[in-house]
């Protein structure tokens, strides 16, 4: 079966800082990949998702994110954070040759961004 | 933008009691799915439901959790006799069929088992 890691669980930043979410799965495997944001209070939202092609996927918000099939990664990336992206993030993975739909979630990172 | 509805946002029921929770998923989705969120745990996987029928579940899932597409357009679980452990946020989500699908959650329904 597969997981989920994201090492990170709680980020503080300042504003304009620059950000990195690390996720890495286990499967070995075809995978479809995704990070969703949770604003406090709200539901999951969908930032951005990986199904194939290129690697470096550009998501709502200014997020982006690159699919590193050799390091089972699939980090988050924003080059200058708000106030208002301060949230819950978490990576999710699909097996996507099970024919599975699936996710599978991480633990989620909690970000504050400070103003 | 099309949205997932759940209610109630919150609901408070004793142990051994019967809850269904209520989703409206978006109309055009083919695949609906239930997940979970036990306070400072992960995102859990417990069921997908596509033409009418459970297509994928999860250990969680078990004899006392029902799902249901009663009219067309609502989408339930049920959860026969609550224990203390059920209490959690429970979301609902949906999808189109395809490959290329991505998920659009609803805001969740509040679970607390007394």
């Known amino acids: 079966a597969q997981s989920v890691s994201q090492h990170n669980h709680h980020v503080i930043l300042s504003e304009a800082a620059s950000l990195e979410l690390g996720c890495n799965y286990s499967y070995g495997g075809t995978v479809n990949l995704f990070w969703y944001v949770q604003y406090p209070g709200q539901h999951l939202q969908l930032l951005l998702k990986?199904?194939?092609?290129?690697?470096l996927v550009k998501g709502i918000k200014g997020f982006e994110a690159e699919f590193i099939k050799s390091k089972f990664s699939f980090n988050l990336r924003k080059p200058s954070v708000q106030w208002s992206d301060t949230a819950e993030y978490f990576c999710a993975v699909n097996a996507r040759d099970t024919g599975r739909r699936a996710l599978t979630f991480g633990s989620g990172t909690r970000l504050q961004v400070q103003p | 933008e099309p949205e997932v509805t759940q209610t109630p946002s919150h609901q408070v029921t004793q142990m051994g009691q019967e809850v269904i929770l209520r989703c409206v998923p978006i109309s055009n989705h083919l695949y609906f799915y239930w997940y979970r969120q036990i306070l400072g745990q992960k995102v859990e996987f417990l069921v997908s439901?596509?033409?009418?029928?459970?297509?994928?579940k999860s250990e969680i899932f078990d004899d006392q959790f029902s799902v249901e597409r009663p009219d067309g357009s609502n989408f339930t679980l049920k959860i026969r006799s609550t224990k203390l452990e059920d209490s959690a946020m429970y979301f609902c989500?949906?999808?189109?069929?395809?490959?290329?699908?991505?998920?659009?959650f609803g805001s969740g329904t509040r679970l607390t088992v007394v």
């Open positions: 990986y199904f194939s092609g290129d690697p």
């Open positions: 439901f596509y033409n009418n029928e459970i297509s994928e």
């Open positions: 989500a949906s999808s189109l069929q395809g490959a290329n699908y991505g998920y659009t």
